[in-house]
């Protein structure tokens, strides 16, 4: 009888510790795992599905989901066209060139002008009272013509690399070289580039746009401007070829080639969607519109004008429109998270 008292002795007081155990947790609340358990489960679906998701505004801040408002913006359709950016040590070579055939017309012309002063003076000598000899006439009327031939050939060698230059690179950048202009120092100081577009002919662009978004090689537009017509083609895309020049960038080093936009067609009202509000799922992009100040609902988007700050878009969305443009992709994972009684809905 006495081992019994001690044994349910054991047993209560054990009940009583565990009790105490547990109680002082209630007290002290949730712990930091049932924190996040809680805020979790505050993410569900509103009834009904269709992408819409509800979720507290505490839960929105301690995500790290942010909204943006949604701004009008003007555009015009985008042409696609290809590029190359062109390596320009061919027109440093040119100009070097072309600046040793300039100063070979200065001397030869500065010898002819010489060698006239002197043919003349000996033939006056010769005509009045023969006062030279026939020999020296002939010597002056010899070097004269020798002069004369020399500052010729140099005169055509300079005009036959001018003509060089404008085959290869147009007349509006064979100026910048005859006259060693400012944007030519800039392209030989490495501040700017060229590159060669080619609006691929099914374009139907009659007149090309004065400005062109260049996608770099990581996905930045950079803004490049029109400098001619291009007499280069390029072999790989039948089109009409310009020469653009832009900033020098990491992103356009010397024979990357690129994809470009032109600006084409009447101008169009809309909004920009950030990239960063972009999410994907079954092969569709896809934003977050803030309907109230704790629901979200899913929209496809089309993204076919690449601008500079994200996606024009001329239909479905508004300005002042809020979407989400940081965390869409924990909305998207929640919504597909089957922990949180969600499916597939019925969206395409």
Same mark, same amino acid.
């Given at each position: 009888m006495k081992g019994k008292t001690v044994a349910y002795t054991v047993v209560i007081a054990a009940v009583i510790v565990a009790a105490g155990v547990f109680g002082s947790g209630l007290l002290k609340g949730p712990t930091k795992d049932n924190d996040a358990t809680a805020s979790r489960s505050v993410i569900a679906p509103v009834s009904g599905g269709n992408g819409v998701l509800t979720i507290a505004r505490k839960t929105q801040q301690s995500s790290g989901i942010m909204t943006e408002k949604l701004k009008a913006f003007s555009s015009r359709a985008l042409a696609k066209a290809y590029g190359q950016v062109l390596d320009v040590r061919d027109l440093i070579d040119l100009r070097n060139s072309f600046v040793t055939a300039q100063a070979a017309v200065k001397k030869s012309v500065a010898q002819l002008m010489v060698s006239r002063n002197e043919y003349n003076r000996v033939g006056s000598l010769f005509n009045f009272n023969k006062n030279v000899s026939i020999k020296d006439l002939q010597s002056a009327e010899s070097a004269y013509a020798s002069d004369r031939a020399d500052s010729t050939a140099a005169v055509e060698n300079l005009s036959g690399l001018k003509g060089e230059i404008r085959q290869g690179w147009g007349e509006v950048i064979a100026?910048?070289?005859?006259?060693?202009?400012?944007?030519?120092?800039?392209?030989?100081?490495?501040?700017?580039?060229?590159?060669?577009?080619?609006?691929?002919?099914?374009?139907?662009? #009659?007149?090309? +746009?004065?400005?062109? =978004?260049?996608? *770099?090689?990581? !996905? @930045?537009?950079?803004?490049?401007?029109?400098?001619?017509?291009?007499?280069?083609?390029?072999?790989?895309?039948?089109?009409?070829?310009?020469?653009?020049?832009?900033?020098?960038?990491?992103?356009?080093?010397?024979?990357?080639?690129?994809?470009?936009?032109?600006?084409?067609?009447?101008?169009?009202?809309?909004?920009?969607?950030?990239?960063?509000?972009?999410?994907?799922?079954?092969?569709?992009?896809?934003?977050?519109?803030?309907?109230?100040?704790?629901?979200?609902?899913?929209?496809?988007?089309?993204?076919?004008?690449?601008?500079?700050?994200?996606?024009?878009?001329?239909?479905?969305?508004?300005?002042?429109?809020?979407?989400?443009?940081?965390?869409?992709? #924990?909305?998207? +994972?929640?919504?597909? =998270?089957?922990? *949180?009684?969600? !499916? @597939?809905?019925?969206?395409?």
């Open positions: 100026e910048w070289i005859s006259n060693d202009s400012r944007t030519f120092r800039e392209l030989i100081e490495n501040k700017i580039s060229i590159i060669l577009i080619t609006v691929p002919s099914s374009e139907k662009i #009659i007149t090309p +746009s004065s400005t062109a =978004n260049v996608e *770099a090689s990581d !996905g @930045r537009l950079l803004k490049a401007e029109i400098i001619s017509n291009s007499p280069r083609t390029n072999a790989a895309i039948q089109g009409s070829n310009y020469f653009y020049r832009a900033p020098v960038d990491p992103g356009l080093s010397s024979g990357t080639n690129v994809v470009a936009y032109l600006p084409i067609g009447p101008v169009k009202e809309g909004v920009v969607i950030p990239g960063s509000a972009v999410v994907w799922w079954n092969g569709s992009a896809w934003v977050y519109i803030e309907k109230t100040d704790d629901t979200f609902q899913r929209q496809k988007v089309s993204l076919t004008d690449h601008v500079a700050d994200g996606w024009f878009v001329a239909e479905t969305f508004k300005p002042d429109e809020s979407i989400v443009v940081r965390g869409a992709q #924990i909305l998207l +994972s929640q919504e597909f =998270n089957p922990q *949180a009684g969600t !499916g @597939r809905d019925g969206d395409d």
